[in-house]
C-alpha cells in the first residue's frame, strides 16, 4: 500500500513543476514515474523506508532513463560511457570524486583506473569492501584530459548527483580532492584546510524534510599517487570515518 499523504505531497510538488516549470523541493526525477503511474514502483512511497530492492530500481532508472543520453552540458561530445555510479545502492558510506578519467570512460564505471585501485586498498584498509560502499563523481562524463570540471558544467550535473545522494541517504560521504569537497560544501576553501574534520551536508530528503549527512572531504586518490607522503592525512581522515560508523578500528 502506499502511502497518501506522501503520495498526495509529491503529486502537488509535480503539480507546481509543470505550472511553473521549477520544483521548489526538488524531486527526484524517479519518483515522477511512481507517481505518474501508481502501479509502478510499489514500495517506493509505501513506507517512508525505501527497500533496498526500490533504491536499486530508482538508481537505475536514473541512469537509464536520464543519464546515459544526457546532453545537458559539452561533456557528452567526447565521452565514450557516460559513468553513474557502482556500488551498494543501500551503502551507508559514499565516496564522491569530481568526474570520470580515461578508463573511467571506457568501462563506463568509477574509479577503475590507477586511482581507483588505490581507492580500492583505502577501502580495505577500513575492513571493507568496495562493494559495501557506493562511489560515484560529479560529473558523469569525462572532462577532455582530465581538466576539472567547468562550473557550468557541474550546475548542469550535480542534480543527478543530488539523487543519487537521495537515494542512497548514506550515513557518511568522503569527498574525494578539492573540486568535489568544494562543490558539496559550497566553499572556496582549499582541501588542506577543510579535510580532517566532519562538515555538514545540507540537503532535503525524499520525505520533505531538511537533513544533513557528515562529510568528510580528503584527498583524491589521484593526488596521493602523485603525492604519497599525503596518504597519512588521508588515513587519518579515514579512520575518523570508521570510528563514526562504529567499524572496528585497526590495532595499533
Ligand atoms: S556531464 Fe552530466 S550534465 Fe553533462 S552531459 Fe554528462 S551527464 Fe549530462
Redesign the pocket.
Known sequence: MQSKPQTQRVKRLLQADRLFGITSVPVPSVLREVVDDGAKGAGVLSTGTVSVDSKRTQLDVLDRE??RG???????EK?TN?VFGDGDANARLMFIGE?PGFDEDRQGVPFVGRAGQLLNKMIAAMGLKREDTYICNI???R?PNNRD?AAD?VI??TP?LHDQIRIIEPDVIVALGAPASKMLLDTQTGIGRLRGRFHDYHYTNLSDEAVSISLMPTYHPAYLLRSPSEKKKAWDDLQMVMKLLGLPMPKR
Open positions: 536520464q543519464v544526457c546532453e545537458k552540458c559539452r561533456l557528452c565521452r557516460t568526474g560529473v558523469k562524463c572532462p570540471p558544467e548542469a550535473c543527478y
